[in-house]
């Protein structure tokens, strides 16, 4: 992997990851048109990068993150779900993440719901996610499980758990932002400790490629939150929908001529 490479992955990765389009599926994408092969460091590299993401959510709110305890209980009451799930069905999500195909397909079927959830879910009420209770935590945490299955799109997961759950989209997108620095941080850790258990070791080239990645991450991330809050508030999820049912499409039209795309 080149530097440039290491640029557009993280840009891609600060575009994608908080907006409910998959960056799962953009990665793919990303790295077939890059050439880029899927190899330990590269797999590495694609979830690493979160940290870049996760510490744009802090600085953002970082108010929010200092207010309170029980803010910190929801979030571990969201979180428990994909801890359980994420356990129970390890092998399955493995099988899962190896095939493109379901990345295609989730990102369709994902499209095409984002186009009626503005209409399903219009009526909701509850403006500030300081006001969600344990119980709604939980069930947002239940629907964030759905992105185990890859090109599901966390943020879309759980932006319509917290819409269902009568939250206004600020407020849902809010929330979704704030459970995703546990659930991004314990992925990135589990990767580390994966790659340092089966004997690799990072060189001083690859950290290079780490520390830049997270840096675009992170500045990426800042810029796409704060015109998705806004986009969200004033036009909805309609466009995001068509724009995944674009993406899913193209991903099939080239497994279906043959291209070897690789989830990395």
Same mark, same amino acid.
């Given at each position: ?28 994408? #990303?790295?077939? =048109? ?11 590299? *694609? %979830? &690493? $990068?979160? /940290? ?33 799930? #994420?356990?129970? =069905? ?11 195909? *379901? %990345? &295609? $397909?989730? /990102? ?49 997961? *759980? ?106």
């Amino acid at each position: 992997m080149t530097i440039l490479q290491a640029i557009i992955l993280a840009i891609i990765e600060g575009l994608t990851e908080f907006l409910p389009v998959s960056s799962t599926g953009h990665m793919i994408l #990303g790295s077939s =048109l890059m050439g880029i092969q899927s190899e330990n460091f590269v797999k590495l590299f *694609t %979830v &690493a $990068i979160q /940290l870049g993401a996760i510490l744009s959510v802090i600085v953002l709110y970082f108010k929010r993150f200092f207010q309170s305890l029980d803010f910190y209980f929801k979030l571990l009451v969201a979180f428990i779900p994909a801890v359980f799930f #994420g356990m129970l =069905l390890s092998d399955k999500i493995d099988q899962l993440l190896e095939s493109p195909l *379901t %990345v &295609a $397909i989730a /990102l369709l079927i994902g499209g095409i719901i984002l186009l009626f959830v503005d209409k399903w879910f219009k009526n909701g009420t509850m403006d500030d996610s300081n006001q969600i209770t344990y119980s709604t935590a939980f069930k947002i945490g239940l629907f964030q499980c759905l992105s185990m299955i890859p090109g599901t799109s966390r943020s879309a997961a *759980t932006i319509v758990g917290g819409m269902s759950q009568n939250l206004t989209r600020k407020a849902a997108a809010e929330f979704s932002f704030f459970l995703a620095v546990p659930t991004m941080f314990g992925a990135t850790a589990k990767k580390l400790y994966d790659f340092y258990k089966d004997g690799y070791v990072i060189s001083g080239e690859e950290v290079q490629l780490l520390i830049i990645g997270n840096v675009v991450a992170f500045i990426v991330a800042m810029l796409a939150i704060k015109y998705f809050i806004s986009f969200l508030q004033t036009r909805g999820f309609r466009l995001f929908g068509w724009y995944r049912i674009v993406v899913g499409g193209i991903l099939l039209i080239l497994l279906l001529s043959g291209q070897d795309l690789q989830v990395i």
